[in-house]
T-cell receptor
């Protein structure tokens, strides 16, 4: 079974902190994605990556950056967390057209 | 550009009722279509898929048929159970390249005993 893991299920951070969300997949997938999920807005794509050291902006990249130094790991970085970044963050990896999701990290910024 | 529109929820049904969640899409070419399900506290998981016109995807009693003429991919189940309570997302994948999946906003289903 494909497995996508995320470093934390729940996270509470203060405004202005630098926040790292980690995602690891175990199936050698080239494509990885970060989404945020908010009530009434569905899934919104933040960043994605086709390969190591490659990244592409999604629909809402502002306030975020990413890092992909190894194929299996895709990190989302909030350089200076703000309260409007309180959300559920979902990581996914993909082979062909089938996408596999991690369990999500619920981030609260206070 | 590509887009997916699905019916807004929440949808509340009694156990054993018939379920339909409507999904229509806009896309160039012939995309692949998907339904994902998100159970409480979990990430999304693929429920079913169809890769060409008139294909029917099915899984766990759920079905959806890829209708090119109406650009639709409606999700149906003949008899829902309490355990089907979840959020359902319709999605499409463009024909070529590594373009990300395009998701609808999701429909929350609650099934009551």
């Amino acid at each position: 079974d494909v497995k996508v893991t995320q470093s934390s299920r729940y996270l509470v951070k203060r405004t202005g902190e630098k926040v790292f969300l980690e995602c690891v997949q175990d199936m050698d997938h080239e494509n990885m994605f970060w989404y945020r999920q908010d009530p009434g807005l569905g899934l919104r794509l933040i960043y994605f990556s086709y390969d190591v050291k490659m990244k592409e902006k999604g629909d809402i990249p502002e306030g975020y950056s990413v890092s992909r130094e190894k194929k299996e790991r895709f990190s989302l970085i909030l350089e200076s967390a703000s309260t409007n970044q309180t959300s559920m963050y979902l990581c996914a990896s993909r082979v062909s057209y089938e996408q596999y999701f991690g369990p999500g990290t619920r981030l609260t910024v206070t | 550009g590509n887009s997916v529109t699905q019916m807004e929820g929440p949808v509340t049904l009694s156990e054993e009722a018939f379920l339909t969640i409507n999904c229509t899409y806009t896309a160039t070419g012939y995309p692949s279509l998907f339904w994902y399900v998100q159970y409480p506290g979990e990430g999304l998981q693929l429920l079913l898929k169809a890769t060409k016109a008139d294909d029917k995807g099915s899984n766990k009693g759920f079905e959806a048929t890829y209708r090119k003429e109406t650009t639709s991919f409606h999700l149906e189940k003949g008899s829902v159970q309490v355990s089907d309570s979840a959020v359902y997302f319709c999605a499409l994948s463009a024909v070529s390249g590594n373009t990300p999946l395009v998701f609808g906003k999701g429909t929350r289903l609650s099934v009551i005993a």
